[in-house]
């Protein structure tokens, strides 16, 4: 089956830093999307992504965070200048809302 | 504004106890589609179901089944005979029809204890 794969699982940064976290979502999807979970919380919006284009973001997703497709298989998140209230676990996911990554665990220290 | 509501912060159950997780929701859109994931310890979010707002019947699926209540703004999920590996955080879900953002609820942290 078909799977949405993100590296890497886990990924520790120094507060300041940029960071770039990797998606590849299943191939004939066209939606894609970003999704956070702090420790112990619930799962949270970040952005989606079609046609090349942001469609829709959150209040969370503000100018430290942009997305990219740089090519055609590959779906990145970049956070410019890393906080600590960035620790939290990115969830990639693809059309519908069906299909998540596994996730990766960014901490910021 | 579209609204997750899960009452449930944790349940505890023993082996081969129904459970019910309980999900209440608020939108204004006419279409809208409602989501159950699971959580395992591990991390990964699995999809469970799907539904949406013109289907109201009820579905099962081996031991899981879903409660759909449009009069109530309900999604309930039930485990019967729930099991040791059915112990994790399950969420629910909102997407309204002109959006492509899902809304979550807090979770339910279900333990089944041996």
């Known amino acids: 089956e078909p799977e949405v794969t993100q590296t890497p699982s886990h990924q520790v940064t120094q507060m300041g830093q940029e960071v770039i976290l990797r998606c590849v979502p299943i191939?004939?999807?066209?939606?894609f999307y970003w999704y956070r979970q702090i420790l112990g919380q619930k799962v949270e919006f970040l952005v989606s992504?079609?046609?090349?284009?942001?469609?829709?973001k959150s209040e969370i997703f503000d100018d430290q965070f942009s997305v990219e497709r740089p090519d055609g298989s590959n779906f990145t998140l970049k956070i410019r200048s890393t906080k600590l209230e960035d620790s939290a676990m990115y969830f990639c996911?693809?059309?519908?809302?069906?299909?998540f990554g596994s996730g990766t665990r960014l901490t910021v220290v | 504004a579209q609204k997750v509501t899960q009452a449930q912060t944790e349940i505890s159950v023993v082996e081969k106890e129904d459970v019910t997780l309980d999900c209440v929701y608020e939108?204004?859109?006419?279409?809208?589609?409602l989501f159950w994931y699971k959580q395992p310890p591990s991390g990964e979010l699995v999809f469970l179901i799907r539904?949406?707002?013109?289907?109201?019947q009820n579905e099962i699926s081996g031991r899981y089944s879903w409660n759909f209540q449009k009069s109530t703004s309900s999604f309930n999920f039930t485990i019967t005979a729930s099991q040791v590996v059915d112990s994790a955080v399950y969420f629910c879900?909102?997407?309204?029809?002109?959006?492509?953002?899902?809304?979550f609820g807090k979770g339910t942290k279900l333990t089944v204890n041996p």
């Open positions: 996911a693809s059309k519908g809302g069906y299909t």
């Open positions: 191939s004939n999807h066209l939606y």
């Open positions: 992504f079609y046609n090349n284009e942001i469609s829709e």
């Open positions: 939108t204004r859109d006419t279409t809208y589609y």
């Open positions: 539904r949406n707002s013109f289907d109201e």
């Open positions: 879900a909102l997407r309204e029809g002109g959006s492509e953002k899902l809304v």
